[in-house]
């Protein structure tokens, strides 16, 4: 499912439920509510643009310059109880499942990983989460000659190149 697609369904399933709030440039935006943050005040949604979005006194999506940082309060909590979270949240509102996987993981580790909340980051990795590139790439100095980028590129293509 892509973004349009999610767009798609929420509009086509819960145009009627759509909250209309201000975007964090002052333009008008509407969203759904999924689930509430579980560390804080706040609550995460979908746009009706499908964009996942962070809702306090205004909406951020995860388009915006920055936009990992408001979801690394959930970094907080395992990933098994927020994968959870959202999956209960999306058969409440009698969504498909399958919108779990446009939910911004790779990116909100990958910014983590940059950034003060990297044991945080390592603790979802370590729970096992899958390591993308730029996250072997990170964890690696962004040295593609570090021993442990070489071993991480010979576990992903060893089936091919029959190393």
Known sequence: MNRKSLAATIGSKHSGRLTSGRNSDGSAIKYLTLFKDPGGNGA?????????????????????????????????NPLN???????????????????????????????ALQSSWKDLAMKWIDSGYPLNDEMILILSGNDKQSKFWLKKMRERLNGVLCL
């Open 81 to 111: 109880e927020v994968v959870s979270l959202i999956k209960s949240s999306l058969k409440e509102l009698h969504l498909p499942e399958i919108i779990v996987l446009t939910f911004p993981f790779d990116s909100i580790l990958v910014a």
């Open 44 to 76: 995460f949604g979908i746009t009706e643009f499908g964009d996942w979005c962070s809702i306090g006194t205004e909406v951020r999506t995860v388009s915006e310059v920055d936009h990992e940082r408001i979801f690394f309060r959930l970094l907080e």
